[in-house]
């Protein structure tokens, strides 16, 4: 589990790191240029079929998975107290499920537009949230669940 996946993230100065709005930016900064590139498709392809089910299943999983949080009261800021270690699906099979699920919209519309240069938005994503934002919630959590969270963070991988 990783509490404050929507929240924002003090990368030790005074820039902060929004993972949604990194995404959105991610997201417009691919298909950007991927429209410069002059890559344009004329008719529907199964490609974008799958991209839209890849869209559709991250903003699925994201939801549920800050429903979870909402359920038990919890929050999402990653400096907050979280009140409860969230364990259960999709937190049985990653840490993350909102952070995968962001991952798979980005995916999802590089996909859709068949664009190799849009496929760095959920590259580029997974690293700086990898790097810059969850080694802090785990710490947090560490310290908050001790021996509950080491135990989870043992049988659950932090991606996938």
């Known amino acids: 589990m990783s509490q404050g996946e929507t929240g924002t993230v003090d990368t030790g100065g005074t820039f902060k790191i929004y993972p949604p709005a990194f995404a959105g930016i991610l997201l417009l900064g691919g298909l950007f240029l991927h429209l410069i590139g002059g890559h344009h498709r004329h008719f529907v392809h199964v490609t974008q079929l799958l991209g839209l089910l890849l869209v559709g299943g991250g903003v699925g999983l994201m939801f549920y998975a800050a429903a979870l949080f909402a359920g ?58 990898d790097r810059a934002l969850i080694p802090h919630e785990e710490t947090t959590l560490e310290r908050l669940f001790g021996q509950q969270y080491l135990d989870y963070k043992t049988r659950v991988r932090r991606w996938l």
């Open 72 to 129: 038990l009261d919890t929050t999402k800021n990653p400096y907050g107290e979280p009140t409860a270690l969230v364990a259960n699906a999709p937190y049985t099979f990653t840490r993350n499920p909102m952070y995968v699920g962001l991952t798979t919209v980005l995916l999802g519309f590089a996909v859709f537009f068949g664009s190799p240069v849009m496929l760095l938005a959920p590259i580029i994503f997974v690293i700086v949230i």
